[in-house]
């Protein structure tokens, strides 16, 4: 069983995959948007937004918490929605904690 460093490390991933496909933002959503109560806020942001300003915050503090990831996260396959084949690497490595998510109730 993959250990904390490891999802730590996969977030730190994450990040870097965003800065370096040019999809890391400088300007932070406006409150309203990140409030948003639509799933992956996609009423009010794009979803490499959601995941910078929300996904890789939360996650973070929640590890920070706890010692697991949360249970049963779908996110990897919005990112296929949203990208399609393209960032198959960012996909890979969201689909790598989603599944971690289920593998803790397995």
Do not use: C, G
């Amino acid at each position: 069983m993959p250990d904390k460093a490891f999802i730590q490390n996969q977030l730190t991933k994450i990040e870097q995959y965003l800065k370096q496909e040019n999809l890391w933002s400088a300007k932070v959503p406006s409150d309203a948007a990140m409030s948003s109560a639509t799933p992956f806020a996609a009423d009010a942001m794009p979803f490499e937004q959601w995941l910078q300003f929300i996904y890789i915050p939360k996650m973070r503090d929640y590890l920070a918490q706890n010692d697991w990831v949360p249970d049963n996260m779908q996110v990897a396959p919005m990112a296929h929605e949203v990208f399609a084949s393209n960032h198959l690497t960012l996909t890979h490595l969201l689909m790598t904690l989603d599944n971690l998510s289920r593998a803790k109730n397995d």
